[in-house]
C-alpha cells in the first residue's frame, strides 16, 4: 500500500514537471540539469534520472508551502520584452579572440521562452573546438537565471557551417580552414608536430584532416596507424582513411615508398590529391608541408588558399634563419605565420639538490652526549653506541630521500637558450612553444601512436594542447576578426608627414586615432642591424635618422606585425605591441607635461 501510494506521488510530481507547475527552487534544478555542459546534449536516461530527483524534492515539500510556491510560479508573467533584457544581459560576454560580445557576434541563435518562463538558447560559435565553450554556457547560465522572471535556461552549442573559399578544389569545398604546418629545414620533426596537432584539436570537438604533402618521404603512414588501410573510393573520389574522428592522406597510403619525379610532376600530383579526396565536412586540415621554401611550397600555398601556418624550428641560429625565410615566403602569400613551435628545445632531467656531506664520528658523537645526559639509555656503553648509529642512519636516510623525491625537473638547453624573444619583437608572433627532447614522443612517432593519444595526461601533451588552442583563437581571428577591433590600421598622411594609427587601442583600450612621426618609428626599429641580440643595445643612431624620412610602402605581415619599407633603403617590422607601447608612451608623456605646466601656472598666479 505504501509502495503504491509512493509510486503515484511520484508520477504525480513528474506530471508537474512537465507541465512546467514547478516551485521556482525545483525548476532551476531541473534545468541545469538539463543544461549541457559540453558538446554533448543530455541524455533520455540521464534527464529521467534528473526528474527522478527532482520528484524527491517535491515529497518531501509540505503540501502548504507547495500550494504557496505554485500559486507564485502560476502567476509570475514573463515581461514583454523579455527577449531584449535577456540579449542585454548577454552582451556582457566578450569572446576573447574577436574583443566583442556574442550578441553582436551573432552567436545567440533561436532565443526561446516556454510557458513557465524556462528560457532555451542556441549558442552558433565559429568552431566547435572553441576553447572557451564551456565557459560560454555557464556565464550564459549565471547570467540569465539571475534575472527575477526566468525559472531556468538551456543552452545548445553549435557552430557555423564551414564556407570554403571559391576556387577550392572539388574535395575541399566543406573544409573550414587549412593549417600549414611547415619548416624550412627537414629533421626537426614538422610530421610529429603536425600529428600531434590534429589529435589535440579533434579531442576539443572538432572535425580534422591531416595532409601529407610530403611526397619524396611521406611520414604519415609510419607516424599514424588507420584503423583500415585499404584504400576505398566514392564514386571517383578517394575516401581518406580514418584514425578516430581523424581523416588521414598520404602518398604512402596508396602508394609504398617515396616518389621519384620532377618537381612539376609532383606539384600536378597533390593537385590531383587534394582534388580526389572526398574529405567530406571537415573544421581543420592540417597540410603536412614539405620542407623548404621552393616551388611546390609556393605553388601549395597560392593554389590552397591556406589560412594560417605555423612553424616548426630548432633552438639553434641557423634553425632561426630558417624561421625568417619560412615567415617571408608565407608573408609573399599573405598567409599570417600564427605560431612557432621550438622543437627538442630541452632535455628534462630530475633536479638534484647539491649532496649534504656530514661528519658522521662527530655526529655520532653528539648523540652519544645527549642520550647519555638525557639519561635515555643503559648504563651500558654499546648500547648506546646502537642508538646513536641508529639515529645517525636515519639522517643519512632523510637526507637520501629529500634528494630524490623533490620531485622538479630542470631544463638543460643543449642547443641554446632559443629565440622566443626574437620571435616576439622581430616578427611579433605571440604564440611560441617549447617541446622537450623526449624519446617517448620518438617512440610514438615510430610505433603508429601519435603521442597525445598514448600519453594524454603527460606536461608534453599538454603543449600540444594549448598549442592547438592558440591556432584555434588565430584562424578566428583571420577568418571572423576583421573590422571587429584589434590590431590598428597604420597609414602614412603625406601632407602632414604623419604616420596615422586609428583604432587598436592601447593599455586602456583607446580607440581614437593618433599619429606617430615616420622618423621616430624608424628610430624604434628592433631588427638585428638596429638592435643587439644580446645585450638588446640600440646599434642604430638616433641622430643618422633624418626628420624628412618617409615610408615607401607599408604593409600588414601576418595577425600580429606592420612591415614598412623606408625611403633610406632600410626595412623594418613592427610588432603591433611595440606601436601601442609607443602610443601609450607618447599619451603618458603629454599628460605629464599638461600636469607640469598646469603646476608651473598656478604657481606664476600665487606670485601675482
Known amino acids: 500500500m505504501m509502495r503504491s501510494m509512493r509510486t503515484t506521488l511520484v508520477i504525480a510530481a513528474l506530471a508537474r514537471v512537465a507541465s512546467g507547475f514547478v516551485p521556482r527552487s525545483v525548476s532551476r534544478v531541473l534545468s541545469t540539469s538539463y543544461a549541457p555542459q559540453s558538446n554533448a546534449v543530455a541524455q533520455p536516461a540521464q534527464a529521467v534520472q534528473s526528474a527522478t530527483q527532482t520528484a524527491s524534492v517535491i515529497l518531501r515539500t509540505s503540501s502548504s508551502s507547495e500550494s504557496a510556491d505554485t500559486e507564485t510560479s502560476s502567476s509570475t508573467k514573463h515581461p514583454s520584452d523579455w527577449q531584449s533584457q535577456i540579449l542585454s544581459a548577454l552582451s556582457v560576454i566578450i569572446d576573447p579572440d574577436l574583443n566583442s560580445d556574442i550578441v553582436s557576434l551573432g552567436f545567440v541563435q533561436n532565443l526561446q521562452i516556454d510557458d513557465s518562463s524556462v528560457i532555451s538558447l542556441d549558442l552558433e560559435l565559429t568552431t566547435p573546438a572553441c576553447p572557451v565553450k564551456d565557459l560560454f554556457v555557464q556565464q550564459c547560465q549565471d547570467i540569465i537565471n539571475k534575472l527575477d522572471w526566468t525559472r531556468g535556461v538551456e543552452v545548445t552549442l553549435t557552430a557555423q557551417a564551414n564556407e570554403a573559399p571559391s576556387g577550392a578544389p572539388l574535395g575541399m569545398s566543406q573544409i573550414g580552414a587549412v593549417i600549414a604546418v611547415s619548416s624550412c629545414k627537414g629533421g626537426v620533426g614538422k610530421s610529429t608536430t ?44 578517394i575516401a581518406p582513411l580514418k584514425r578516430g574522428n581523424v581523416s588521414l592522406m598520404s602518398f604512402g597510403y596508396v602508394n609504398e615508398g617515396s616518389a621519384i619525379m620532377r618537381g612539376p610532376m609532383v606539384t600536378q600530383l597533390l593537385d590531383q590529391f587534394l582534388s580526389l579526396t572526398n574529405w567530406g565536412a571537415i573544421d581543420y586540415l592540417i597540410m603536412d608541408m614539405p620542407p623548404g621554401t621552393g616551388d611546390i611550397q609556393l605553388t601549395l600555398s597560392q593554389r590552397l588558399n591556406i ?16 624561421v625568417e625565410r619560412g615567415v617571408e615566403m608565407f608573408d609573399t602569400v599573405n598567409v599570417p605565420c600564427v605560431a612557432v613551435v621550438e622543437n627538442m628545445a630541452y632535455i628534462e632531467k630530475e633536479k638534484e639538490d ?11 658523537e653528539k648523540f652519544l652526549e645527549a642520550l647519555q645526559k638525557e639519561g635515555l639509555v643503559d648504563d651500558a656503553k654499546s648500547s648506546a653506541v646502537d642508538v646513536a648509529n641508529d639515529l645517525v642512519k636515519i639522517v643519512q636516510e632523510n637526507l637520501q630521500n629529500k634528494a630524490s623525491n623533490t620531485g622538479e625537473k630542470e631544463e638543460i638547453r643543449i642547443f641554446g637558450p632559443g629565440h622566443k624573444r626574437r620571435l616576439a619583437e622581430q616578427w611579433g608572433i605571440e604564440h611560441s612553444f617549447s617541446i622537450p627532447l623526449l624519446g617517448k614522443i620518438a617512440q610514438n612517432g615510430d610505433s603508429g601512436i601519435p603521442f597525445i593519444l598514448d600519453n594524454p595526461n603527460s606536461p608534453q601533451a599538454e603543449i600540444y ?34 604616420i ?36 638588446g643595445k640600440q646599434i642604430l643612431n638616433p641622430q643618422s635618422v633624418p626628420e624628412s624620412i618617409q615610408p615607401m610602402s607599408m604593409s600588414p605581415t601576418g595577425n600580429y606585425a606592420l612591415s614598412v619599407d623606408w625611403s633610406d633603403g632600410h626595412k623594418s617590422l613592427y610588432p603591433y605591441r611595440q606601436i601601442r607601447s609607443m602610443l601609450d608612451a607618447k599619451k603618458e608623456e603629454m599628460q605629464g607635461n599638461n600636469v607640469k605646466e598646469d603646476v608651473e601656472g598656478k604657481k606664476e598666479k600665487a606670485v601675482l
Open 194 to 237: 603536425a600529428v600531434n596537432l590534429a589529435f589535440a584539436l579533434e579531442g576539443m570537438g572538432a572535425k580534422v584532416g591531416i595532409f601529407d604533402a610530403d611526397v619524396y618521404g611521406p611520414s604519415l603512414p609510419t607516424m599514424v596507424t588507420p584503423e583500415d588501410d585499404n584504400v576505398r573510393f566514392v564514386g571517383r573520389q
Open 307 to 322: 589560412t594560417a601556418a605555423v612553424i616548426v624550428t630548432t633552438p639553434q641560429e641557423l634553425s632561426f634563419v630558417d
Open 354 to 364: 647539491r649532496d649534504v656531506e656530514i661528519d658522521e664520528p662527530l655526529l655520532k
Open 465 to 498: 594542447r594549448q598549442l592547438a588552442k592558440s591556432v584555434v583563437g588565430e584562424v578566428a581571428k583571420t577568418k571572423y576578426g576583421k573590422g571587429k577591433g584589434g590590431n590598428p590600421v597604420v597609414t602614412y598622411d603625406s601632407e602632414i608627414h604623419s
Open 500 to 535: 596615422r594609427v586609428d583604432g587598436g587601442g592601447g593599455q586602456d583600450g583607446d580607440q581614437r586615432e593618433s599619429t606617430i612621426s615616420p622618423a621616430e618609428l624608424r628610430r624604434e626599429c628592433r631588427c638585428a642591424a638596429c638592435v643587439e641580440e644580446l645585450t
